[in-house]
């Protein structure tokens, strides 16, 4: 097929909805009669309650229930799904587990009046002894199989003798790097809008994956799964942390169907903050050593991430390394230790983003070490097959990437030694590091349906977390089935559409675009075989092959068409439609897969205020096929903004002594904004790749954050001399 | 979060706002732009039984020279403050400070006098009127006075307004010759409180001598801080860096901060006197002096 739409800048169709308030996020959609339920969460990370006074939020003018372990349904089945589902607290037992766990809920006809009551409750808990330091518990650390790119990867690998190798090289760096507690912020907060009808239960969830939320809710309520239709229509931001169903969804379920009215309700942006994940803390260690040439002799990077004490997350930190460089010798290593924390989770490019802050970092110091061009370090060992398993990358333009990103940036002005450049009285630094991002593909299913009209309607039940999904997926139905863009719906966010993946790991383009892809080309074969066999259409006769789709018609190569408006209407007028299915076959036992990237950055930092500001930022990146230039370019610079986020201001800061987030806010919890961004320069270099899916995508999303700190602390470096091995630089670490 | 439940009032008259003051002495607080006041009542750090809304009085919001002196009306929003010509050509210093003051949507809100009247140390236009020796009109039931500014911060959230009064306009003297200031700060991030700020004004005269200088500090105490043994070492020297650089050493061991998620108390005070230094320079560059 011609491709006229895909790869298109074309504007997100949900752009205009969202500006002008028309979109209606799930805690905004109308539901009659819905009442409002407010959390009241655990001051303590720890311990029992004794004692919940309820009373006097109960005398309350509007309160109809206050819900808490005393008086909640039980639920039937235990809501816990494998895979990465967590485990949650439904006010089913007395125990506190974390700080700002959910413990009751207040519910009243309107939502002040539960804010009011839900202030109201009164706990009375024992305490026990916490911790939430992962110091305290290093010595009970222990390794656990990692869920990651929707496989169960082991904790640590090793090829080579690394001891040796470290020996071998000219010169070597064997440095400790942190990164802190972080927590996603979406704009819009977690929220649940349960509403039941005998035993079938709407959920609108601001949720990345509805059919787990689906699943879940089934199991814990003891319910078949098809008595349950979760809907996310639009999503305020995601990140990772709506990819599972956290307790607050159980909680508004279970007080919607105690009260038998539908239950609103939301997060504040306090309640953010611990119950539903976040990037655990990482402390790494990373040896590297090469020869003098750069050639890389050894590689080790290990890491520890805490978990909480009930489920399981892996900060995956040390993956990457296992893939990135040609060495002889790798080694790689996780450890998790268990605190009195919410279990943390998928945070943009988990493992990934604090990994490579460490092992690109590591890299910088080396070539520093070996008076070489980091750049050309990475060029020295560069991997031209996959150092895990000698596979073969199905495709790989890192040298290319870093080559344009070379030359855009003006890496060759690079301050050769730190303090050696100034503007306008501050230190000049240029800072680089590779970007990598395993390119995911998960089973997808897709529907695709020809109306009466010759327009198409086209629906998967994947998620659009502001990504471009609405956009894109249409685009992809247009090319296969010969259409105008604007002739094609594509509808999403519903658990009643066909199953789709979970929207995250970078793979929802992948999966759900080959999906679509499939379900189109099938829906267009079989408008073809009907009007072969229709002695009324002017293609009678001809064989498949001779024909093609094009500006909604089917047109043989010897001119002869016939629309689709037309064919339909002789088949009878109804809408004909096919469903298309892909999964990962077995081209991943043949390649490596996995999109790369350069990162490119200069900062201005104040000689004696201590002060970073990423003035300019170039990002080249080769990730397959592009679909839509503007949606992919908005991901790449979403990605890059979040770097200097993570570079310079996120941390969730635990006050050690109460167990709990003390940044519980956006004005405590910093994310870069508008003002505190220079010029960044997002880029890509299109690849095909016949192996990676059929859609031939391998994933924007997260691949633009991977190595953007380390950029940055390299250009830290570039510019003062200071090696900040612990995020987030803040100034006085510079000072 | 939502505040526990208040009365509203919106008098129609400056008498009629003075009047409910004095009617709820203990439980009133006035309402400007709202951007300070309402984040308070929102996460009930503070409650008030009546707000009293001073949107609807005319004539509260203006910039004009008059008699030697620049008058802002006391609900004039911070964006107009920003955006006024004369402002920009006569009182950069004035633009330094707006501009600052957390984001620009809040800006188009939040008012000078409010600014002034909340008490916060973290506020930035007092340092920056301390350093102008600007004064405060506040209408009371007994009629309108003239406070000082400098007799106007008693302490944290604290001033020598009277429940009853209000805080009605700003006066600042008027740019004389060899006149020159600036409001420098320093944030985690942009729209933040300062970590660190310092506003710096000098009079040069034609011999080349300081002849007067103003040195206001923000969020380095539990009010804002005016650096009066600093502010006395540089009358009579030539403003040069050796003097300037001094100057900015005295102002920072005037400082008293805490420590916070901002940073420790050293490393605060080491900021002020960065600050301060640099505020000097380029008040003295701003007054023709380099």
New interface residues.
């Given amino acids: 097929m011609t491709t006229r739409n895909v790869g298109q800048p074309f504007v997100r169709r949900d752009g205009r909805a969202k500006v002008t308030g028309e979109a209606r996020y799930s805690y905004e959609v109308a539901v009659p009669d819905a009442v409002y339920g407010v959390l009241v969460t655990s001051g303590i990370a720890k311990g029992r309650i004794v004692e919940i006074d309820t009373s006097a939020a109960e005398r309350e003018a509007g309160v109809l229930a206050v819900i808490s372990h005393k008086n909640a349904l039980r639920l039937p089945g235990e809501p816990h799904l494998e895979g990465p589902d967590r485990v949650v607290q439904a006010l089913q037992d007395d125990r506190i587990r974390y700080s700002n766990q959910p413990i009751a809920v207040a519910v009243a006809d309107t939502f002040?009046r539960a804010?009011?009551a839900a202030m109201l409750v009164r706990v009375n808990a024992e305490v026990a002894a916490h911790t939430v330091r992962v110091e305290d518990e290093l010595h009970n650390a222990f390794p656990h199989k990692i869920m990651a790119g929707g496989k169960l990867q082991e904790p640590d690998e090793s090829h080579g003798d690394v001891a040796a190798g470290l020996v071998a090289g000219a010169a070597r760096v064997e440095e400790a790097y942190e990164t802190p507690f972080e927590t996603h912020n979406p704009l819009e907060p977690h929220a649940t809008v349960a509403s039941w009808s005998g035993d079938r239960l709407t959920v609108y969830d601001a949720s990345q994956w509805v059919f787990a939320v689906k699943k879940k809710l089934a199991k814990g309520f003891g319910i078949p799964p098809e008595n349950v239709r979760v809907v996310t229509k639009f999503v305020g931001g995601a990140f990772g942390c709506k990819g599972s169903a956290w307790s607050h969804v159980v909680i508004a379920a279970l007080a919607a169907k105690q009260v038998a009215r539908p239950v609103k309700l939301a997060l504040?942006r306090?309640q953010m903050f611990g119950p539903v994940g976040g990037r655990p803390r990482t402390r790494q260690k990373v040896a590297v050593a090469a020869q003098r040439d750069g050639k890389l002799t050894a590689i080790r990077h290990e890491t520890v991430s805490p978990t909480s004490r009930f489920d399981v997350f892996v900060e995956a930190s040390a993956l990457q390394a296992r893939h990135l460089y040609a060495s002889p010798n790798i080694e790689s290593r996780h450890r998790i230790v268990r605190l009195d924390i919410g279990t943390p989770t998928f945070m943009r490019a988990p493992g990934e983003s604090s990994g490579s802050f460490a092992l690109e970092s590591a890299m910088d110091e080396l070539a520093h070490r070996l008076e070489m061009d980091p750049l050309a370090l990475r060029l020295a060992s560069y991997a031209e097959k996959d150092p895990a398993d000698g596979k073969p990358f199905s495709s790989k333009s890192l040298r290319a990437c870093y080559q344009e990103g070379a030359r855009r940036f003006g890496w060759e002005k690079r301050p050769r030694t730190p303090r050696s450049q100034t503007r306008s009285g501050q230190f000049v630094g240029m800072g680089m590091a590779t970007a990598m991002y395993p390119a995911n593909f998960a089973p997808a299913q897709a529907l695709a349906r020809m109306l009466p009209d010759g327009s198409a309607q086209v629906e998967s039940g994947t998620i659009d977390l502001g990504t471009g999904a609405y956009t894109v997926f249409a685009q992809i139905a247009a090319d296969e089935l010969g259409l105008p863009f604007e002739k094609v719906r594509f509808d999403l966010g519903d658990s009643d559409m066909p199953e789709a993946p979970i929207a995250a790991g970078s793979m929802t383009a992948a999966s759900v675009g080959s999906a679509v892809l499939v379900a189109s080309r099938a829906l267009r074969d079989r408008l073809i075989r009907t009007a072969i066999v229709d002695s009324a259409s002017p293609l009678h006769g001809l064989a498949p092959i001779e024909i093609r789709a094009e500006d909604g018609r089917l047109v043989a190569t010897s001119g002869k068409s016939d629309s689709y408006v037309e064919l339909i209407r002789r088949a009878g007028g109804k809408p004909i439609e096919e469903r298309g299915k892909t999964a990962p076959g077995d081209e991943r036992e043949k390649f490596s897969m996995h999109g790369f990237g350069a990162h490119f950055a200069e900062v201005l930092v104040d000689p004696?205020?201590g002060?970073v500001h990423v003035s300019r930022m170039v990002g080249v990146f080769a990730t397959g096929r592009i679909l839509n230039a503007r949606t992919a370019r908005s991901q790449f610079l979403g990605g890059m903004v979040w770097g200097i986020g993570m570079a310079?201001?996120e941390h969730s800061?635990f006050d050690e002594k109460l167990g709990r987030i003390?940044?519980r806010d956006l004005?405590?919890y910093?994310v870069?904004?508008n003002?505190?961004v220079g010029s960044i320069e997002p880029l890509f270099l299109e690849e095909e790749d016949a192996h990676v899916d059929p859609a031939g995508v391998k994933g924007a999303g997260e691949l633009g954050l991977c190595g953007a700190a380390a950029a940055i602390a390299n250009a830290v470096f570039n510019a003062t001399g200071k090696r900040i091995r612990e995020l987030p630089i803040?100034?006085?670490k510079l000072? | 979060?939502?505040p526990s439940s208040f009365d509203y009032h919106a008098p129609a008259t400056l008498a009629e706002a003075v009047a409910l003051l004095g009617k709820y002495p203990e439980d009133a607080k006035v309402l400007s732009g709202g951007q300070s006041l309402l984040p308070l009542l929102k996460l009930r750090l503070g409650q008030a039984g009546h707000l009293i809304d001073i949107g609807k009085i005319p004539g509260l919001e203006y910039i004009k020279e008059e008699g030697g002196m620049l008058r802002i009306g006391g609900r004039t929003r911070e964006s107009a403050l920003e955006r006024s010509e004369i402002v920009q050509k006569r009182y950069p210093i004035l633009v330094d400070t707006a501009k600052v003051i957390a984001?620009p949507i809040v800006r188009n809100l939040a008012t000078v006098g409010g600014n002034l009247a909340h008490g916060d140390p973290g506020n930035d236009h007092p340092a920056t009127m301390l350093a102008l020796g600007a004064q405060v009109v506040a209408m009371g039931k007994s009629g309108e006075r003239v406070i000082p500014i400098d007799k106007f911060f008693l302490g944290l959230f604290r001033t020598a307004l009277q429940p009853d009064e209000i805080l009605t306009e700003i006066r600042i003297p008027a740019p004389v010759e060899g006149s020159g200031g600036a409001y420098v700060k320093?944030e985690?991030?942009?729209?933040?409180y300062a970590?660190a700020a310092s506003a710096a004004y000098v009079v040069i005269g034609t011999q080349g001598f300081v002849e007067r200088a103003g040195i206001g500090l923000t969020n380095l105490g539990p009010t804002p801080i005016k650096a009066t043994a600093a502010e006395k070492y540089l009358i009579g020297k030539k403003p040069e860096t050796a003097a300037l650089a001094e100057a900015a050493r005295i102002a920072a061991q005037a400082t008293e901060p805490s420590a916070d998620?901002r940073?420790?108390v050293e490393?605060k005070r080491?900021?002020a006197r960065?600050?301060t230094g640099r505020a000097l320079k380029k008040a003295v560059e701003r007054a023709g002096g380099k």
């Fill in positions: 002040e804010v009011h504040s306090h004696d205020l002060t310079l201001h800061v003390m940044t004005s405590d910093h870069a904004v003002a505190d803040t100034p006085d000072l | 979060m939502i984001d320093l985690r991030k942009v729209g933040d970590t998620r940073g420790a490393y080491e900021m960065v600050l």
